[in-house]
């Protein structure tokens, strides 16, 4: 079965709420306030259902008063019926709710020309032809059919109806993961947290786990319903009722619930911008950001060196932390008013130059991937990673890497979902080769030169290893990169000689092995395989995890620890530390090892001889 969100907007009182009842049997205005005042306050929300179509409805206010709640329910529409009193024709509420459904790009527009049994057949041929024409002045709507109805008659309501079940799905782009806004929040005894909104995204499933990103989050779905009707999943274009478990946070109006580690947060982000109904955007000013059922405040700044504009690239600054994807989008208000609307287009706050931001914003604004890219990549000569490709271009992995293939001179680890300008390949090959010049008994691997050189990854690190030993400067075995001219048998000794004699030369406070492993620049399998064996053969004793000392060193403080307990009776971390200046890391473990002898007595805190 399709899924279709449409919205109903039109000026106050041409006749939404009464047409909705007269198509679905659902007459909205539930609330009481609603039906004192005669107008829809909230979103109203109801279906139509033929054997292979379901047609949602999100009826929204036409009072200019309550513009916010219309812009809410907008950001949900697959397309749009706007309702126009065929004796009056489109008034200003009309053409404000239309400047909106063209911001946010909705392709398929049904005008129901309503109470048009109250004119004569003339009057509806004109007004046909004054819509027609009106719409020539938007861009971005798709006017479908104008229909003149009646609630009375039910045989234009029926052609309505079939005029809806008609709108063709248009693909929306999507990057698979679930993206959902909260428009309303409640508790009900018995069943918990209940949030309303539309999955404007991917799926969601029972029993999985949402993630709200503003409150750092996660809460566990219980249940969910589409349209009053219990399902295992809810996919995009469906307005859902989700059940949440558990729910100890405040969940509201504007809420944004998704999936965990896919979208981060920035105070500041660059959109596409433009204004509405020959007004202007103007540099510097604070406004009424609407995004979902999102309202926040945020400064625009425009990127011209103009003050005000009709169009262009800005950047909106917020006062926290909002997180937001590529290409969503939004509308700005200000006193009130709607003033503009546009694109989200670098959702992620890269701290990139204004000239090499310009034509950025110019690629991502007409899709051009690989161009965004290649300045990306440019401008990231250490690695640009991919991995948030979902979020920063609306591109799953397999799509972000689609067009990394097609760039050339760049290196693309896969594996890391990380791209590389091809020239650094150059530059770690000459790492490498002077690691090895300078020790001749260096034995390392793609790991761990990876851990030496940590903005490149061992993908990368493999490739430039193996293009080195095609040249013969290197010999790969067993997993190990190795000087050709050095037998490994005999390295292994050389090894166990080398860190025997760093953790004499350290004393009582040896380092981490792995520190000595970069000192020697071995491969960290081979340094524990070296340890091993000096452990094994008494050489080196373990006193805990990461903490190795030599024999003959341990020997020595044992025998001055046996002193300090002949003389003062007993031992502790206090008196030991009076003649060893050590962390308290290399006391607690020396006075552990004590505890080995059986004429040595644990007494609290301290060490007694028997």
């Known amino acids: 079965m399709k899924h279709i969100i449409i919205g109903t907007a039109g000026h106050v009182d041409h006749g939404k709420t009464a047409l909705i009842e007269a198509l679905t049997g659902f007459a909205g205005d539930d609330l009481e306030e609603e039906k004192r005042r005669g107008i829809t306050i909230n979103l109203s929300f109801s279906n139509l259902v033929n054997k292979d179509t379901n047609v949602a409805f999100i009826d929204v206010p036409g009072h200019e008063k309550l513009l916010k709640n219309m812009i809410a329910g907008a950001f949900g529409f697959d397309a749009a019926m706007v309702v126009i009193d065929a004796n009056e024709g489109v008034m200003p509420q009309t053409n404000e709710h239309l400047e909106i459904l063209n911001l946010l790009h909705v392709k398929s527009i049904i005008i129901a020309l309503t109470k048009s049994d109250l004119v004569d057949k003339q009057k509806i041929e004109q007004r046909k032809e004054e819509i027609i024409e009106y719409f020539k002045t938007f861009s971005h709507l798709g006017l479908k059919s104008i229909v003149p109805v009646s609630i009375y008659d039910k045989d234009t309501i029926q052609k309505l109806r079939d005029e809806l079940f008609s709108i063709p799905i248009i693909e929306k782009p999507s990057n698979g993961l679930f993206r959902y806004y909260i428009d309303r929040s409640f508790s009900l005894a018995g069943v918990g947290t209940v949030v309303t909104g539309t999955v404007l995204d991917g799926t969601v499933k029972v029993g999985e786990k949402v993630f709200a990103p503003e409150l750092g989050k996660e809460i566990v779905v219980r249940n969910l319903q589409v349209h009053e009707k219990d399902e295992m999943q809810a996919h995009s274009s469906q307005r859902t009722a989700i059940n949440l478990q558990n729910a100890k946070v405040a969940l509201k109006k504007g809420t944004l619930l998704c999936k965990k580690g896919f979208i981060r947060g920035f105070e500041s982000v660059d959109v596409w911008v433009e204004g509405i109904s020959n007004q202007k ?330």
């Open 281 to 610: 955007v103007k540099h510097n000013t604070k406004v009424i950001l609407f995004i979902g059922t999102k309202q926040v405040e945020t400064k625009i700044l425009l990127y011209g060196n103009e003050t005000q504009t009709s169009s262009g690239f800005a950047k909106l600054q917020f006062d926290k932390k909002i997180f937001l994807v590529h290409n969503e989008p939004f509308i700005i208000c200000a006193s009130g008013r709607t003033i503009g609307g546009g694109r989200i287009l670098n959702p992620i706050n890269d701290p990139i130059k204004k000239k090499i931001k310009m034509p950025l914003l110019e690629a991502l604004k007409a899709d051009d991937f690989k161009t965004a890219f290649e300045i990306l990549i440019n401008t990231h000569k250490r690695g640009f990673g991919i991995i948030s490709s979902n979020q920063r271009f609306g591109l799953n992995h397999d799509e972000a890497l689609k067009v990394a293939r097609d760039i050339e001179n760049v290196f693309v680890d896969e594996k890391g979902l990380v791209l590389y300008p091809v020239q650094v390949k150059n530059e770690l090959k000459d790492k490498i080769n002077a690691i090895y010049e300078k020790n001749e008994y260096a034995l390392l691997s793609a790991n761990s030169l990876a851990l030496k050189i940590k903005w490149a990854s061992e993908t990368l690190l493999s490739d430039v290893l193996k293009d080195i030993v095609e040249s013969g400067k290197l010999e790969f075995k067993d997993g190990i990169y190795k000087n050709p001219n050095i037998d490994i048998n005999n390295v292994d000794k050389v090894i166990e000689e080398k860190m025997h004699s760093i953790l004499q030369n350290e004393g009582f406070m040896p380092t981490a092995p792995y520190n000595i492993y970069d000192e020697l620049d071995i491969d960290r399998k081979m340094g524990d395989d070296a340890l091993k064996r000096l452990t094994k053969s008494k050489k080196v004793v373990r006193l805990a995890h990461n903490l190795f000392v030599a024999t003959e060193n341990l020997s020595t403080i044992m025998t001055r620890l046996r002193e300090i307990m002949k003389t003062k009776g007993s031992v502790d971390i206090a008196s030991f530390r009076e003649h060893y200046d050590m962390s308290r890391k290399y006391l607690v473990a020396y006075l552990d090892y004590l505890d080995m002898y059986d004429d040595v007595k644990k007494d609290g805190m301290r060490r007694v001889l028997v």
